[in-house]
């Protein structure tokens, strides 16, 4: 019991990371302004 609740817990923790990784390096992410729609290119952190 202990040694399957561990696998799921490490399944479940692979998958929210893959989720929040990038699928490209060059690919900038746009965000949209809730104010006005208009749509742009967030600046890189670390360029």
Excluded: H
Aim: charged share 15%; hydrophobic share 45%; net charge positive.
């Amino acid at each position: 019991m202990r040694k399957s609740l561990l696998v799921l817990v490490a399944v479940l923790v692979s998958l929210g990371l893959t989720a929040c990784a990038t699928t490209k390096a060059n690919q900038k992410t746009r965000v949209k302004c809730p104010a006005c729609g208009y749509e742009f290119k967030v600046p890189a952190q670390n360029p």
